[in-house]
């Protein structure tokens, strides 16, 4: 069965940065577009970024671009988020996903991992 497990989350001060990693097992990852997504406290699932199944394109939601990056190693079967210049409104769990996806894709992730805690300090 396919898991993704998620780490690298953690406290650090508004302006740090963090790595989050994603290990998948049980798919061929080649085939699957990636995401990460979050949620904060009281807030619905949102979507951070994505990348597609060769690591080519990529999509953030317009309140990381510029801070967050996303990338991929396939043969590792890894995904990645790195997020530098966290701000206090970064606090959320973190969240990755995968679907198979020709094209990149935002939405309509269907396999998830449990999520790692990020919390930003002001």
């Known amino acids: 069965q396919v898991q993704l497990v998620e780490s690298g989350g953690g406290l650090v001060q508004a302006g740090g940065s963090l790595r989050l990693s994603c290990a998948a097992s049980?798919?061929?990852?080649?085939?699957?577009?990636m995401g990460w997504f979050r949620q904060a406290p009281g807030k619905e699932r949102e979507f951070v970024a994505a990348?597609?199944?060769?690591?080519?394109?990529?999509a953030y939601a317009d309140s990381v671009k510029g801070r967050f990056t996303i990338s991929r190693h396939n043969a590792q079967k890894m995904v990645y988020l790195q997020m530098n210049s966290l701000k206090p409104e970064d606090t959320a769990v973190y969240y990755c996903?995968?679907?198979?996806?020709?094209?990149?894709?935002?939405?309509?992730?269907?396999?998830w991992g449990q999520g790692t805690q990020v919390t930003i300090s002001s």
């Open positions: 996903a995968a679907k198979i996806a020709l094209v990149l894709v935002t939405s309509g992730y269907n396999y």
């Open positions: 049980g798919l061929t990852f080649g085939t699957y577009a």
């Open positions: 990348i597609s199944r060769s690591g080519g394109s990529t």
